[in-house]
């Protein structure tokens, strides 16, 4: 007897009644909707309400929402400079009450005795402005100032005082303290001659403090599911609140799971110091080291390759793809190979420089390093892993619930009539077997036999509406390193 879903057995109106079952239109893995997050500050110019969620199209969409030069404007900016395809979330964040905008200073002194032209760096913004002959220290803040002020884009705003121009970081909070200044990054940039100046970095005259609680932002949140999460926020209290949030989705009451990017601005040894302090299977810190650009600028581009290579494929791995849009430091403030190897060894990600000044992605890697005995786990090192189950989770509980949408639960062994909507362990076995076929072919898992082999699909002694399932997949790895002998003849 057949299975019907709306043709009632007792309708005696003739004719012909046909209805549609769309349990077998459905064929292969699925494709698993990408949406990423972001939050960060606004400024005052922007439409947008704080902690409210708000669906961003484009790049102006976000300037318009956030306002010209906030920090959410600017991470997005640069994720869609990269990344177009993945659907762009964002919460705003007002600036916290009790916070403390960073400041830094520009000292001039002199005076020119050649025309040419300023040019400082803002965070990796140029900001330039010309020198004639004779022009003073004090005309020289003026103008700087000026030309800051005129760049509502920048990270800071600025004003003069004499020969001292001080500029304000935009936002409250520690992330200010991230805004690097420096001189002349070009080879052809040039101070012209006569005129000197100084720099003291953003956070170094008055430090910034007081970053924004996203504990609204997470409440704004819902249940909505983002595959990725972008933040400027690596202080303890935000990474604790947020590492609880990602941990709670990924369980398997909620079912959605997600990967947080963010990155750290700071030497070496204190970026190691950093990762070692953190151990979370669903968070990517990128650490920037002395990179001009600002760590939301880095956690935006980190999280856009990330994103777009696994949208097409979590298992692919991610070395080699271009951080396009950051500026790469100065030969000799880049890390070398031990030294990446020690960030890798504590919770840290990694990039180099091409030698066309590129910065490329080394190695992305999660924040685990642990497990709960303090012992040294492996298991969540790349961030594939995490990448690649959870697609395996929503690809097996779409195929369930495509297949088996109101099956009636029976045990194996009876000759149930054709057409009957019912389910048994044999049925869903066979199901997830052929799951795992096109999972082998996708290329995300291995060893189809043992799969096959290991499959526990039973039901509930208790409940006896339930089936009980173990999914043993061997996933696919990543081709991370090439050792080799060369035992050469003479």
Known sequence: ????????????????????????????????????????????????????????????????????????????????????????????????????????????????????????????????????????????????????????????????????????????????????????????????????????????????????????????????????????????????????????????????????????????????????????????????????NPTWIWAAATAAQATASVALDPARPFQSLPLTGLMPPPETSRWMLDELNLLLNDGMSTWEVDAGGVIRINRLITMYQENTYGLPDASYLNINTPCTIEYLRYSLRTRVTQKFPRHKLADDGVDYGPGQAIATPKTIKAEIVALASEWVEAGLVENLDQFREELVVERNASDRDRVDVLVPPDLVNQFMIFAAQIQFRL
């Open 1 to 292: 007897m057949i299975s019907f879903n709306s043709i009632p057995g007792n309708i005696r109106v003739p004719l012909a009644y046909v209805e549609f079952d769309n349990t077998r239109a459905v064929a292969g893995t699925p494709a698993m909707p990408y949406k990423v997050l972001f939050v960060g500050q606004k400024v005052s110019a922007g439409t947008a309400a704080v902690n409210t969620l708000y669906r961003v199209a484009t790049a102006d969409a976000a300037i318009a929402l956030f306002g010209p030069g906030a920090m959410l404007a600017r991470m997005i900016q640069m994720y869609k400079s990269i990344n177009r395809s993945c659907d762009v979330w964002a919460i705003a964040l007002a600036d916290a009450v009790a916070g403390v905008a960073a400041t830094g200073t520009c000292l001039f002194s002199g005076t020119a005795t050649a025309a040419g032209t300023f040019a400082i760096y803002i965070g990796g913004d140029r900001v330039r402005f010309a020198v004639p002959s004779g022009m003073t220290a004090s005309q020289a803040a003026t103008a700087l100032a000026a030309a800051v002020t005129a760049d509502t884009t920048l990270a800071v705003t600025a004003t003069a005082d004499t020969a001292t121009v001080t500029f304000t970081a935009r936002h409250k909070g520690v992330c200010g303290n991230d805004i690097d200044l420096r001189f002349n990054y070009y080879s052809d940039d040039a101070t012209p001659a006569g005129l000197a100046a100084t720099l003291s970095q953003v956070g170094s005259v008055v430090a910034g403090s007081g970053n924004p609680d996203m504990a609204d932002a997470i409440t704004a949140m819902g249940d909505n599911w983002f595959q990725g999460m972008v933040t400027p926020y690596t202080d303890s209290a935000n990474m604790a609140a947020l590492e609880a949030e990602l941990l709670d989705r990924w369980g398997g009451v909620r079912q959605i799971g997600g990967l947080a990017y963010c990155s750290y601005r700071a030497t070496h040894a204190n970026s190691v110091t950093f990762g070692d302090g953190r151990n979370s299977p669903l968070v990517c810190c990128m650490p920037s080291g002395q990179n001009p």
